[in-house]
């Protein structure tokens, strides 16, 4: 059995649609109205499948066909996006989920379990942190309350937000545990296009940590402060910025460091700035290596603030350790893709996903199809149409195989 392609892709296009940006890609920034509107879109055509929809207290929305007895198999994903994101981070997973139930319906083919297809609140982080927060709520990582009143890069508190586009449901976290979760995505890295690889199976998430950083200097005169005087915030996170480089390319693949946010106060031309706040993104898919960068860094911190006589300080807005998935979940999804006479490559993930949360709770893993050029967080993220389609035939034949598995202690690993 094969998915309906014409229909997968026109809804990743329709979808594409909501909040569009030059280049082909979207703004969906989480809790902003746009989510709402492509929440509103998704959840139209989840219930034009009959699916019993559930919107919980951090508006994670479940769409489940209820087509037998037990615990659901679950896919899913995100659909909020980054401010310069690309139309299939995430909406990908969501929208195969969707066809993956739809194309068992049309053939009157009823799986032994129940089918679950849910998207995430604030998987990306970028708004509000940490990333992956409405399935870190979920699976009971942060309570409810914490994440209610996370403020967000504008000011706004998570919990008014959600109310704001309707999505601040009843449904409790954490939410009920699903008898196995599988989630499809886009690689949005270089590594299956440079093999020639069309399927990845992958093997767990790399571990993350973000920070932020606020240096206090001195404003002061553009042209009248001496060199020698100054206390300049903006230097520091100049100085900053190359040191992480360094670190990443003294330790090597898969180390990577990134700021991606610098803001300044005053921001404005003749002013040595006063302060300057910037993000620091951390990764490594070891936890002793990423433990060691961390501290590689505050030590860095600490001796440039004696150097450039400034203040220094950090928050933590992300950090989760690298996670590895079930290796039965990792076989099936193996064992579908030789069905299709493809051979899947088993690659962690460098990217942050849903999926990372629910291994805390259940057999979990997840399918990559492959990102053109490696470029993603980009409105030019592209995957061929060919391998999106693939991916969902893969993803339906995953979840029908899970619905049919059960996981024992005894074949547990
Ligand atoms: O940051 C990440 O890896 C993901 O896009 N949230
Ligand atoms: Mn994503
Ligand atoms: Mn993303």
Redesign the pocket.
């Known amino acids: 059995m094969r998915i309906n392609s014409g229909r997968l892709l026109a809804r990743i296009a329709a979808l594409a649609e909501v909040s569009p940006i030059s280049g082909g890609g979207n703004c969906r920034l989480a809790l902003t109205p746009e989510d709402g509107h492509g929440r509103d879109l998704v959840v139209s055509w989840m219930k034009d499948l009959d699916l019993r929809v559930s919107i919980d207290v951090v508006g994670n929305v479940i769409g489940t066909w209820e087509c037998a007895p037990g615990s659901p198999v679950m896919t899913g994903?995100?659909i909020d996006t980054v401010r310069t994101g690309g139309r299939f981070?995430?909406t990908y997973g969501v929208l195969a989920g969707l066809e993956v139930i739809q194309c068992l319906q049309d053939a009157g083919i009823t799986p032994k379990r129940p089918l679950s297809v849910g998207f995430f609140t604030n998987?990306?982080g970028a708004r509000f942190a940490p990333d992956m927060l409405g399935s870190l709520v979920y699976v009971g990582g942060m309570a409810v309350e914490d994440a209610l009143d996370i403020v967000a890069i504008d000011g706004a508190q998570l919990a008014d937000e959600l109310e704001a586009i309707g999505y601040r449901g009843s449904h409790p976290c954490p939410g009920p545990t699903p008898h196995a979760f599988v989630e499809l995505?886009v690689e949005?890295g270089p590594v299956l296009q440079s093999i020639g690889r069309r399927l990845g199976t992958v093997t767990g998430v790399q571990g993350i940590s973000w920070q932020e950083v606020t240096i206090n200097g001195q404003s002061n005169h553009a042209g009248t402060t001496p060199m020698s005087m100054r206390k300049d915030p903006a230097y520091v996170a100049g100085r900053i910025i190359v040191f992480l480089r360094e670190l990443a390319t003294r330790y090597g693949a898969p180390q990577v460091c990134t700021v991606g946010k610098v803001d300044l106060v005053p921001n404005l031309v003749n002013v040595v700035p006063a302060t300057a706040t910037l993000t620091v993104d951390i990764r490594n898919t070891d936890e002793l290596t990423l433990q060691k960068a961390e501290h590689e860094f505050a030590e860095f911190l600490s001796h440039l603030a004696d150097e450039e006589n400034v203040t220094i300080s950090s928050r933590q807005l992300a950090r989760f350790e690298p996670v590895t998935f079930d290796e039965r979940v990792v076989d099936i999804i193996d064992s579908v893709c030789a069905s299709f006479a493809v051979a899947p490559h088993q690659l962690p993930s460098g990217?942050?996903?849903d999926a990372q949360m629910f291994a805390r709770v259940c057999p979990t893993a997840m399918i990559f199809v492959p990102s053109i050029n490696g470029i993603s967080h980009n409105p030019a993220e592209l995957t061929d149409d060919e391998d999106l389609v693939l991916g969902c035939d893969v993803l339906l034949h995953t979840m029908l195989r899970l619905a049919n598995t059960s996981f024992t202690e005894e074949n547990s690993r």
């Open positions: 994903s995100h981070d995430g998987e990306e995505h949005q990217a942050g996903h």
